[in-house]
């Protein structure tokens, strides 16, 4: 059964956000795993790709943003707007205000929310959405780590 987890943060800052998401997604990357980072635009894309590059002094991260190009490199992360191809569908990153498209070959999403009255009240839908089609639903307080 698919699993959908919220990491709820207690700053409200965008950079606050990249910045955690930054460290799951080297997470996910040193542990062997495909991951597709959905966002809104291609600026935001831009954004978290540029993050990617320096939010750790010596890290390597391969990425990229999709632009419908199968990457070079098999394990490269893959962010943007449009849907996951095929072998990035298992792990999605949702950074978007949206629920994902085409969820059926997904295992696992990741969503990530800040202090922010209007991205909390995006994820409860998307929250229920997910409840609504089967994921086993965890979520995480980082006010309480």
Known sequence: MPEASFYILPTDT????????????????RSGQF??????SHQQSELL???LWTFRENSFIPHQIY???TPKYERTILIGTKEAPQKWKKLIFNLSSKYPDNLDQTE??????DNNEE???????????????????????????
């Open 14 to 29: 965008l950079s606050e956000r990249y910045l955690f998401a930054c460290k799951l997604i080297e997470k996910a990357y």
């Open 35 to 40: 991951c597709y980072v959905y966002t809104d």
């Open 49 to 51: 790709d540029d993050q």
């Open 67 to 69: 632009e419908e190009n």
């Open 108 to 113: 696992r999403v990741l969503e990530i929310l």
């Open 119 to 145: 991205l909390k009240l995006a994820g409860r839908h998307r929250f229920r959405r997910y409840t609504q089609n089967g994921f086993n639903m965890t979520t995480h307080n980082m006010n309480e780590k």
